[in-house]
């Protein structure tokens, strides 16, 4: 916390900073008496400052400061009683900077009336089905083992990919435990609209209420559903609500991140954010339920000037050697071993030839870096998983690897597509994340310090006074004001 803010507080709250910094220096007593009692009032005056510095900090930093804390539920809203409630709102794709565009007035208003956060950084790779995992579990895509959207794992043999529900809802994919798995097993009600990996059973539990994927119901149906659940019966009726709205990250694939089709669909979604706060009003609930909404990623604009031709350089042979990629932007390549070989040799080959690529684009100069699996740095806590591939080729922000067989100016084409996309380094500005939250026990109009999403699962844990299971959330449910 800044040392002003510290000020801040204490001169608005606390008298014996008042008291103390008001003291008229010529006033002082001159005996010696005097000086001793002086000190010693200083000590203790010092002792409490300082002592009421550490309290304060503490409260801002558990978000108890304001109004009741979880720990005072069941709360009242004038006719029915409510335990802790969350309603956690997912909005794919959103830009953390979009926050600043003036589009929307109510993410804003949630921002005024609670807090925002300088920015969330999301985990690597920052794409969708990774990153819905982690805000849910607090575990790294290494962790908790959905990696990407699709990938391979040879402990298994089997292949992931998101477009197969059948198939990939499995529960031997889903690492972790989800929020709304640690509340109906620690005896709370659950209720998810649409979440990444909602429909997936985890030993014989599920959330209590599930309104499986379709790309056909609205934000303001989810809004009416999520509010009818809070109409429901206090035992019927669920303390966690998380709910998906895939929208503006199609948008903004489609057209770019700055396209206005894809700020416009983000001014609908912030609509229907209000109509969602205005529900919450009309319930008396303003100041009972915790609405907290986040995205999984940022995104970033592509350009045909930012294609880098893998095939310029590597040969036939060579490009013979990939069995598959999966992931993407960030290349995760699986090498095709030939009999007599070994995979680290073809890796070796292969890791050769994306050097020489990078050489052939100035070496540190690259708009890429390649990493064979063991040397991927360690900040993207992404090395330790069988299901990621040994070769990982990472672009820089906006910049795509293709093949001239995907696009080539030679041959007339002209707009690459798609115009948006993400899953560049994490710490990038523009895969940063957005937080607004807003309930009984955050304080109002605060910034808070920018963290990892994986924070969140403890956090959630802590609104709902559950206990939660093992995550890599560092702060304990505590997200520091900036
Ligand atoms: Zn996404």
Excluded at 44 to 66: D, E, N, P, Q
Excluded at 90 to 119: C, E
């Amino acid at each position: 916390m800044a040392d002003n803010e510290s000020s801040g507080l204490l001169s608005a709250s606390h008298p014996h900073y008042t008291s103390l910094t008001s003291a008229d220096p010529h006033a002082a007593p001159s005996s010696n008496a005097g000086r001793r009692r002086t000190l010693i009032n200083g000590i203790i005056v010092g002792v409490i400052v300082i002592s009421s510095v550490c309290l304060v900090y503490a409260m801002w930093c558990v978000g108890f400061l304001r109004g009741a804390s979880a720990a005072t539920a069941p709360y009242n809203n004038g006719t029915h009683d409510f335990q802790p409630t969350v309603i956690f709102i997912s909005l794919d794709g959103v830009v953390n900077h979009d926050l600043d565009l003036h589009l929307t007035p109510h993410l804003s208003h949630i921002a005024d009336t609670g807090v925002r956060a300088h920015w969330m950084t999301p985990s690597f790779p920052p794409i969708t089905f990774p990153n819905h995992w982690s805000l849910v579990t607090g575990l790294y895509p290494e962790s908790h083992g959905i990696v990407g959207n699709y990938f391979y794992d040879s402990e298994l043999d089997d292949h992931f990919n998101y477009k197969d529900p059948s198939h990939s809802w499995d529960e031997k994919w889903w690492g972790g435990e989800p929020i709304w798995i640690t509340a109906v097993r620690q005896d709370k009600k659950s209720g998810v609209i649409m979440w990444p990996g909602c429909s997936t059973t985890f030993n014989d539990l599920q959330p209590t209420l599930s309104v499986p994927f379709s790309d056909a119901m609205t934000f303001d149906e989810k809004t009416d559903i999520a509010l009818e659940w809070l109409d429901l019966p206090m035992e019927a009726r669920p303390q966690f609500i998380g709910l998906y709205v895939p929208q503006i990250d199609q948008a903004g694939h489609k057209y770019g991140p700055y396209a206005n089709q894809t700020l416009t669909q983000l001014q609908h979604a912030d609509t229907s954010i209000g109509r969602l706060i205005e529900g919450l009003h009309d319930r008396n609930l303003t100041s009972i339920v915790h609405l907290i909404v986040v995205s999984d990623h940022g995104m970033s604009a592509t350009d045909a000037s930012r294609l880098v031709y893998i095939d310029d350089e590597l040969t036939s042979d060579e490009l013979g050697l990939i069995s598959q990629v999966e992931m993407y932007p960030t290349l995760g390549i699986r090498p095709k071993v030939p009999d007599g070989a070994t995979e680290d040799e073809v890796v070796e080959q292969l890791y050769q030839a994306f050097r020489r690529l990078w050489k052939r684009h100035g070496e540190e100069a690259a708009p890429f870096q390649v990493y064979k699996k063991p040397d991927f740095p360690a900040r993207y806590h992404f090395n330790n998983n069988v299901r990621i591939a040994p070769l990982l080729v990472l672009p820089d922000p906006g910049w795509n690897l293709v093949r001239r067989s995907d696009f080539d100016p030679g041959r007339g084409d002209t707009v690459y597509h798609p115009k948006g996309v993400h899953g560049y380094d994490n710490l990038s500005k523009q895969s940063r994340a957005i937080f607004v939250a807003r309930g009984p026990t955050w304080p109002e109009g605060e910034v808070l310090k920018p963290f990892w999403n994986v924070e969140l699962y403890q956090v959630l844990a802590r609104l709902l006074d559950i206990k939660p299971a093992h995550n890599n959330g560092t702060l304990h449910g505590r997200l520091p004001l900036e």
